[in-house]
């Protein structure tokens, strides 16, 4: 619609148009000029201070429709959030539990460990109890006489013994030997030192009962000295050897 | 060009400013911003056309803004208050976009 207006004067016409545009932006102090320089200064002030606006512009000036949709979306996010809530807490909380059954059930394997540990002779022990020493200078103590001495032992509660070094365990045997006692095979001799942890003052007075150990030893012409303390070690190590025949039943409930 | 210097100043101040705009006036300075910038681009039209007159120019820039204020006023009273700015925005960019085709056939002869 514009491309019709004539222009004003017959130069060629770009020439003219950039030639009016340099025209007109020359400065003439007119009152008009003034006031359009101040209207334009406002636009641009008021251009910049609402693209400020729109980039902090929270929910003030949005109409209601708006703010309803606004707040339909807010409220289907709010409830597939809390629905993953849900879902994360609930994994969250299975796999906790998860952790504490697993470390309860490794605390109850390591708990087991050890107790069989112990009673297999596999790791030292140590712990109150006594240290029972047996002389024999008249080559009297017997084989039969140091097993009566430990099943006095076992029965007065002690939980893990040795004697000389030689560590007893559910399958350790008793032998006499020319000049000692071959404990599983393992030859020992006078004095017998025997080691056994448990609850000091009863195993020691299990000792020193009539016609116990003591006694049998003094029967014999030795000597048997019961020293009860706070703390003994058992040191000695037995190996687990692979049973050849015998093989477990599985057994129908675990427990 | 001295109001060209004048908008490149105010945004300059604008921007330092970072202003606030007062919450009266924040549904209409949108779209008074809008009627201003057809207003500014009418005016180079004109200039290029060589009917410009800097009292025209003042008293359209004045109104368009009033009377796009009033237009958003009026519509936020009558409840079409987003319905009728969309409208406004319409006409104007409308405006805008005819009154740029129309500088840019007087300058570029395009």
């Not at chain 1, 003439?28 to 606006?53: D, E």
Request: proline share 6%.
């Amino acid at each position: 619609m514009s491309s019709s207006t004539p222009p004003p004067t017959p130069s060629p016409r770009s020439g003219t148009a950039w030639h009016r545009l340099g025209r007109a932006g020359r400065p003439r102090p007119t009152k008009a000029n003034v006031l359009a320089t101040l209207l334009a200064l406002g636009l641009g002030f008021a251009i910049a201070a609402q693209v400020h606006q729109t980039s902090i512009e929270g929910l003030e000036n949005l109409r209601g429709d708006e703010l309803i949709r606004i707040l339909d979306t807010v409220d289907q996010d709010g409830n597939r959030l809390a629905d993953e809530i849900q879902t994360l807490r609930s994994s969250r909380d299975r796999l906790k539990s998860d952790t504490t059954s697993l470390a309860e059930a490794q605390k109850a394997a390591q708990q087991r460990l050890d107790s069989l540990a112990i009673l297999a002779g596999t790791v030292p022990a140590r712990g109150p109890g006594i240290v029972l020493t047996i002389r024999d200078p008249e080559d009297g103590v017997t084989a039969p006489l140091l097993l009566d001495a430990l099943q006095e032992l076992r029965d007065a509660g002690a939980e893990a013994v040795q004697i000389n070094g030689v560590r007893v365990v559910a399958n350790t045997y008793f032998a006499d030997k020319d000049g000692g006692i071959a404990i599983s095979g393992k030859k020992v001799t006078a004095p017998y030192v025997v080691t056994a942890i448990g609850d000091g003052s009863t195993l020691a007075s299990a000792m020193e009962i009539p016609g116990g150990v003591t006694n049998s030893v003094r029967s014999v012409g030795g000597q048997a000295d019961v020293q009860a303390k706070d703390t003994v070690t058992v040191s000695a190590l037995q190996t687990v050897s692979e049973p050849q025949y015998a093989r477990p039943v599985p057994s129908p409930t675990t427990s | 060009m001295i109001p060209a210097l004048g908008l490149v100043i105010g945004i300059v101040a604008g921007v330092l400013m970072q202003p606030e705009v007062p919450v009266w006036l924040q549904p209409y300075l949108p779209i008074a911003v809008i009627a201003a910038l057809d207003a500014v681009f009418g005016a180079v039209r004109a200039v290029l056309d060589g009917i410009f007159n800097d009292k025209v120019f003042v008293i359209s820039f004045l109104s368009n803004v009033v009377v796009a204020a009033f237009i958003v006023f009026l519509g936020d009273q009558l409840g079409v208050g987003s319905q009728l700015s969309t409208g406004v925005v319409v006409v104007l960019g409308v405006r805008i976009f005819s009154n740029v085709a129309s500088i840019r056939r007087h300058l570029f002869n395009a």
